[in-house]
């Protein structure tokens, strides 16, 4: 028989921790993915008509890649600002203007007639396209089981990667006969469509509302759909009892500081930009490492695609593990890269051994990199999650700079270039160092947790 619950404190968290996932949560991520799809389309395919901008605007390839980089500016502009709309006006509005604004860029990019309007659209376009993604992060770990979370995010940046992927075969389709523009004409109008969608579909977060104190009406009627084996009967009052309360009511970057996360941020920060340093470093630059290592361009070319897809299959062998075990789930696999990276970098290896050993550093390293991004927002409270994640991946572009720059740097002195992948091995050591002390930070703080257990308190006494 159903629990009756009439003018008393529901516990948000514990009706989301003991739900069976039904359509409500299903319709969530499947909605998040599909606007990751296109935000992964939208940011990447640059990457595949570069050569049709090039030509069309006479540019040099300097000129390119500071147009790519103006894009990596804005998406770290991006992180900041919309965690920040995230967590003081909700996930729901920050995902919307975030979705509806990138959909419009999009379009204008392909309406462009000079290089200074590229620059200015695409600057502008990665500051939404980038703070999008850690407010999706936050609202569906806030729906979801913690030994879902991990999964989740996971799931839904695999829409940003095939986002990415595709980018290629649409613009082989729409480029050669309608011309570059038509390939962000169709992103464009993609974009607007799962906006649309995400308007008449998304729901704000529950954990948020409950922290807040905000919308009594609307978190009734979510936690009905979540648990409608529940009565949540008028008047009743939401809390959230399985997060600290932060001694600040509006953001503050002292609040990324308080407690336990006086540590666990920094090495979080750390690790985020040793991973982005790696991944960055390989993706910019190992076609042209293969080829200075007697590959052809083609061949150099076509395995890069191929790699790409490591790093998603190391995402989905690692989701579920990271759920079980946490940040150490994470440091096991970046460790993984590091033998491998050593050996191709140090040893001789033939044609065919140092494609599939370059394979397997690819699933480790991307792996663990996606990982990065499932606990990215998990560590701190509903209150502040927004701007937690949002900070933490957009200080992690430091690391998406620094890496291309240094591979340039290397490849310009006499260092052997078959050696810069077992120099490149000093990163994941770092990300699994980091993440094992934030491991051993949360397992002490939930055998904390276990010998004193929260009390619910009235909401009242929370504000």
Same mark, same amino acid.
């Given at each position: 028989?159903?629990?009756?619950?009439?003018?008393?404190?529901?516990?948000?968290?514990?009706?989301?921790?003991?739900?069976?996932?039904?359509?409500?949560?299903?319709?969530?991520?499947?909605?998040?993915?599909?606007?990751?799809?296109?935000?992964?389309?939208?940011?990447?395919?640059?990457?595949? $008509?570069?050569?049709?901008?090039?030509?069309?605007?006479?540019?040099? #390839?300097?000129?390119?890649?500071?147009?790519?980089?103006?894009?990596?500016?804005?998406?770290?502009?991006?992180?900041?600002?919309?965690?920040?709309?995230?967590?003081?006006?909700?996930?729901?509005?920050?995902?919307?203007?975030?979705?509806?604004?990138?959909?419009?860029?999009?379009?204008?990019?392909?309406?462009?007639?000079?290089?200074?309007?590229?620059?200015?659209?695409?600057?502008?376009?990665?500051?939404?396209?980038?703070?999008?993604?850690?407010?999706?992060?936050?609202?569906?770990?806030?729906?979801?089981?913690?030994?879902?979370?991990?999964?989740?995010?996971?799931?839904?940046?695999?829409?940003?990667?095939?986002?990415?992927?595709?980018?290629?075969?649409?613009?082989?389709?729409?480029?050669?006969?309608?011309? *570059?523009?038509?390939?962000?004409?169709?992103?464009?109008?993609?974009?607007?469509?799962?906006?649309?969608?995400?308007?008449?579909?998304?729901?704000?977060?529950?954990?948020?509302?409950?922290?807040?104190?905000?919308?009594?009406?609307?978190? =009734?009627?979510?936690?009905?759909?979540?648990?409608?084996?529940?009565?949540?009967?008028?008047?009743?009052?939401?809390?959230?009892?399985?997060?600290?309360?932060?001694?600040?009511?509006?953001?503050?970057?002292?609040?990324?500081?308080?407690?336990?996360?006086? *540590?666990?941020?920094?090495?979080? *920060?750390?690790?985020?930009?040793?991973?982005?340093?790696?991944?960055?470093?390989?993706?910019? *630059?190992?076609?042209?490492?293969?080829?200075?290592?007697?590959?052809?361009?083609?061949? =150099?070319?076509?395995?890069?695609?191929?790699?790409?897809?490591?790093? =998603?299959?190391?995402?989905?062998?690692?989701?579920?593990?990271?759920?079980?075990?946490?940040?150490?789930?994470?440091?096991?696999?970046?460790?993984?890269?590091?033998?491998?990276?050593?050996?191709?970098?140090?040893?001789?290896?033939?044609?065919?051994?140092?494609?599939?050993?370059?394979?397997?550093?690819?699933?480790?390293?991307?792996?663990?990199?996606?990982?990065?991004?499932?606990?990215?927002?998990?560590?701190?409270?509903? =209150?502040? #999650?927004?701007?937690?994640?949002?900070?933490?991946?957009?200080?992690?572009?430091?690391?998406?700079?620094?890496?291309?720059?240094?591979?340039?740097?290397?490849?310009?002195?006499?260092?052997?270039?078959?050696?810069?992948?077992?120099?490149?091995?000093?990163?994941?050591?770092?990300?699994?160092?980091?993440?094992?002390?934030?491991? #051993?930070?949360?397992?002490?703080?939930?055998?904390?947790?276990?010998?004193?257990?929260?009390?619910? $308190?009235? $909401?009242?006494?929370?504000?």
């Amino acid at each position: 028989m159903s629990e009756r619950i009439e003018g008393r404190a529901i516990d948000v968290s514990e009706l989301i921790e003991r739900q069976k996932i039904r359509w409500f949560t299903i319709r969530l991520i499947a909605a998040s993915w599909i606007i990751t799809f296109f935000d992964g389309f939208d940011m990447n395919v640059i990457s595949y $008509v570069a050569p049709y901008l090039i030509s069309d605007f006479d540019m040099s #390839r300097v000129s390119m890649g500071t147009l790519f980089s103006i894009g990596l500016l804005g998406t770290m502009a991006g992180g900041f600002l919309f965690g920040y709309l995230g967590d003081r006006f909700g996930r729901r509005p920050a995902i919307l203007i975030a979705s509806f604004s990138f959909a419009i860029l999009t379009v204008g990019f392909g309406l462009a007639r000079s290089y200074e309007q590229l620059m200015l659209l695409r600057f502008i376009n990665g500051i939404a396209i980038g703070g999008l993604l850690p407010v999706c992060w936050a609202l569906n770990i806030e729906y979801v089981p913690k030994y879902y979370r991990a999964t989740v995010v996971t799931i839904v940046m695999l829409g940003y990667s095939v986002g990415g992927s595709v980018g290629g075969p649409i613009t082989i389709w729409l480029a050669p006969e309608y011309g *570059w523009q038509a390939v962000y004409f169709f992103g464009g109008a993609g974009t607007l469509a799962a906006a649309a969608l995400l308007y008449f579909t998304l729901p704000e977060s529950a954990r948020f509302l409950a922290s807040k104190g905000r919308r009594p009406d609307l978190l =009734a009627r979510y936690m009905q759909q979540i648990a409608p084996e529940e009565k949540v009967e008028p008047g009743a009052r939401f809390i959230v009892s399985d997060e600290e309360k932060s001694s600040a009511t509006n953001f503050r970057i002292s609040v990324l500081f308080e407690r336990n996360l006086i *540590w666990i941020t920094p090495l979080l *920060w750390g690790a985020y930009i040793a991973s982005s340093m790696a991944i960055f470093f390989k993706s910019s *630059w190992t076609p042209m490492v293969l080829e200075l290592i007697g590959y052809t361009r083609t061949e =150099a070319a076509a395995f890069s695609a191929i790699s790409s897809m490591g790093g =998603a299959l190391g995402a989905l062998a690692l989701m579920r593990f990271t759920d079980r075990k946490g940040p150490i789930a994470i440091a096991i696999m970046s460790l993984l890269s590091i033998p491998p990276l050593l050996y191709i970098g140090l040893a001789e290896t033939g044609y065919w051994s140092f494609l599939i050993i370059n394979f397997i550093v690819n699933i480790a390293m991307g792996g663990a990199h996606f990982g990065m991004h499932s606990i990215a927002g998990i560590f701190y409270s509903s =209150a502040f #999650r927004a701007n937690g994640a949002g900070w933490a991946t957009s200080v992690a572009k430091v690391g998406s700079v620094i890496g291309p720059m240094v591979g340039g740097m290397i490849l310009a002195t006499s260092f052997p270039v078959k050696n810069i992948f077992a120099l490149l091995a000093i990163c994941p050591a770092i990300v699994a160092l980091a993440l094992f002390f934030i491991g #051993r930070i949360q397992a002490r703080k939930s055998r904390d947790m276990v010998d004193a257990p929260p009390q619910l $308190v009235p $909401v009242e006494q929370m504000q």
